[in-house]
């Protein structure tokens, strides 16, 4: 079983800096990619934005929207998230993702952990 476990969420003013972690356990073979999304502004709750990814070979991607504020780095099988110069409009419910074999004969699978809430204030 593979777990993902967030930290770092909290409440800062505009134009502040929070730090987000999260740590895949479990069995786990590999990991392909892992990852940050938020959840989006709009209605359908369950939509997940992409906000940044970092590949196994430290290839990153983020959305346009936070490129030159946001930074990913990992660590093994952790990653964080360094948030800086952050906006009210940043403020969402933050969810950690991988795509992880957990064993030599799995197919990989996503994996999601239960997200850490980011609150911004104006």
């Known amino acids: 079983q593979v777990q993902l476990v967030e930290s770092g969420g909290g409440l800062v003013q505009a134009g502040g800096s929070l730090r987000l972690s999260c740590a895949a356990s479990g069995t786990i073979f590999s990991i392909n990619s892992m990852g940050w999304y938020r959840q989006g502004p709009g209605p359908q709750r369950e939509q997940r934005d992409l906000v940044a990814t970092i590949n196994r070979v430290g290839g990153t991607n983020y959305a346009s929207s936070v490129k030159g504020r946001f930074t990913i780095s990992r660590d093994n099988a952790t990653i964080y998230l360094q948030m800086n110069n952050l906006k009210p409009e940043d403020a969402s419910l933050y969810f950690c993702?991988?795509?992880?074999?957990?064993?030599?004969?799995?197919?990989?699978?996503?994996?999601w952990g239960q997200g850490t809430q980011v609150t911004v204030s104006s």
């Open positions: 993702n991988a795509w992880i074999k957990p064993t030599h004969y799995s197919f990989v699978n996503q994996y």
